[in-house]
């Protein structure tokens, strides 16, 4: 099962919905704007690629940060942050089993995308 977490309206979400519908892929869209993010998965996603590649350190949300809230140096104030603001994770993060992929990239999703890709495109809840 492939669950695509990231915002609706995000233009590289868009192209993410595209490129797999292009491909055939069936996936599951979760929203964390408005759904949110369990604290587990944004735990289990910095201990696979990293905090630093999670925060979106150049989108508008971030811009808007005061100086002390940027300050983040450890996993846990990174997690408290995108818990406050979902928006400041990075776009999408696409999960594949127990693979995390972070940003969209054609090529390297495509690989992880289309090895996780159990059922035929339609999609995106």
């Given amino acids: 099962m ?3 977490y990231g915002i609706k309206n995000c233009a ?3 192209k993410t919905f595209d490129w797999c519908a292009a ?3 069936d996936y599951t869209f ?16 910095c201990r696979q690629v990293g905090f630093e590649v999670l925060v979106n ?8 940060l005061s100086p002390a809230q940027q300050d983040i ?9 995108m818990q406050d603001f979902p ?3 990075k776009r999408p993060v696409v999960v594949v089993g127990e693979t995390v992929l972070v940003g969209f990239d054609a090529a390297r999703p495509g690989e992880v995308l289309t090895a996780g890709a159990a059922a035929p495109a339609g999609a995106g809840a």
């Fill in 30 to 45: 979760h929203d964390y704007k408005t759904q949110g993010v369990p604290l587990e998965h944004l735990r289990a996603w």
């Fill in 2 to 4: 492939i669950t695509i």
């Fill in 12 to 14: 590289t979400i868009k």
């Fill in 23 to 25: 491909q055939g892929i």
């Fill in 57 to 64: 350190r150049r989108g508008t949300t971030w811009r808007k």
């Fill in 87 to 89: 928006s400041v994770i």
């Fill in 73 to 81: 140096t450890t996993q846990a104030q990174a997690v408290a942050l």
